[in-house]
């Protein structure tokens, strides 16, 4: 038996409401991700919903 944990924790998807307040206005690491690399597909994740939380 095999497992893969990949750990995302400092992926992010967008700003929180607060965001400025902590100096973290604008972020959005896997936008940023994706502005830089337009052809970059993550057909795992999308399967498991990622697709459903980037907007």
């Not at 992926?11 to 052809?39: F, K, M, N, S």
């Amino acid at each position: 038996m095999r497992a893969l944990l990949v750990v995302l924790d400092s992926v992010g998807i967008g700003q929180a409401p607060d965001a400025a307040a902590y100096g973290d206005e604008g972020a959005d690491t896997l936008g940023h991700i994706l502005e830089q690399t337009p052809a970059l597909t993550l057909p795992n994740l999308c399967s498991l919903g990622l697709g459903e939380l980037v907007g």
